[in-house]
C-alpha cells in the first residue's frame, strides 16, 4: 500500500494562485494512478483532477479546467496541483488519492483505495 502526504494548502485571495503537493511513501514502485479530490463543508468529496502514471494523461473536472493544473515527479514520487485564478468557490480541503486501476477515467471516490489526509484551501473573496 502507498502513503500520501499533501502539502501547500492556505488561504489566498480570489485570482490568486496555490501550489499543492503530494508526496507519496510505501510501495512507490508500483505504477499508481494519482488524483486530487476535494470536500467542501457539507459536501460530498468531489474529483478534481487525474494523472496517469506517465503523466501523459490528464482528466480535470469541468469546474476547474483551465484554471487547475495536475503534475507528477516519479523521481520524487510527488503530484502537484497548480491552481491559478482561484475562487470563493474552490474552498475545501483537497485529498491526494491513488489506485492501481490505470488510466485517467476513474473519477469516483471508490475507485481509489488509498487516501492522503488533506489540505486546507480557503480561498477569500
Known amino acids: 500500500q502507498v502513503q500520501l502526504v499533501e502539502s501547500g494548502g492556505g488561504l489566498v485571495q480570489a485570482g490568486g494562485s496555490l501550489r499543492l503537493s503530494c508526496a507519496a511513501s510505501?510501495?512507490?514502485?508500483?505504477?499508481?494512478?494519482l488524483a486530487w479530490f476535494r470536500q467542501a463543508p457539507g459536501k460530498q468529496r468531489e474529483f478534481v483532477a487525474v494523472?496517469?502514471?506517465?503523466?501523459?494523461?490528464?482528466n480535470y473536472a469541468s469546474s476547474v479546467k483551465d484554471r487547475f493544473a495536475i503534475s507528477r515527479d516519479n523521481a520524487k514520487n510527488t503530484v502537484y496541483l497548480e491552481m491559478n485564478s482561484l475562487k470563493p468557490d474552490d474552498t475545501a480541503v483537497y485529498y491526494c488519492?491513488?489506485?492501481?486501476?490505470?488510466?485517467?477515467?476513474?473519477?469516483?471516490?471508490?475507485?481509489?483505495?488509498?487516501w492522503g489526509q488533506g489540505t486546507q484551501v480557503t480561498v477569500s473573496s
Open positions: 494523472i496517469a502514471w506517465s503523466g501523459g494523461a490528464t
Open positions: 510505501g510501495r512507490t514502485s508500483s505504477k499508481y494512478t
Open positions: 488519492a491513488a489506485n492501481l486501476l490505470g488510466g485517467t477515467t476513474r473519477t469516483s471516490v471508490a475507485d481509489y483505495n488509498a
